[in-house]
Nanobody, 112 residues
Framework: QVQLVESGGGLVQPGGSLRLSCAAS??????MSWYRQAPEKQRELVAS???????NYADFVKGRFTISRDNAKNTVYLQMNSLEPEDTAVYYC????????WGQGTRVTVSS
């Protein structure tokens, strides 16, 4: 078992930035991912990172987001720049090993 706790969401204006954090309750060896779910839409993958640092991004990230992890702190981050209203969603982190473990999500609202 592992608990994942996201933080860092909030309200930001278009063009602004946010940094999301996902803290795990124990050492994480598997890949970690960020997903998001906008209202009335399916949950979609945003980015993933292996323990060794290999990274994948969804096409819609377009170089605006950066995923990183601090293995010593058992924490994964998502730096989001140049945010657009279309980025409004609940963002979830997930441990991509075993049965898969999800955090509770953190809401990001991009609006003027």
């Amino acid at each position: 078992q592992v608990q994942l706790v996201e933080s860092g969401g909030g309200l930001v204006q278009p063009g602004g930035s946010l940094r999301l954090s996902c803290a795990a309750s124990r050492t994480i060896f598997g890949p970690m991912s960020w997903y998001r779910q906008a209202p009335e839409k399916q949950r979609e993958l945003v980015a993933s990172i292996a323990r060794g640092g290999s990274i994948n991004y969804a096409d819609f990230v377009k170089g605006r987001f950066t995923i990183s992890r601090d293995n010593a702190k058992n924490t994964v981050y998502l730096q989001m720049n140049s945010l657009e209203p279309e980025d409004t969603a609940v963002y979830y982190c997930k441990l991509e090993s075993g049965v898969g473990y999800w955090g509770q999500g953190t809401r990001v609202t991009v609006s003027s």
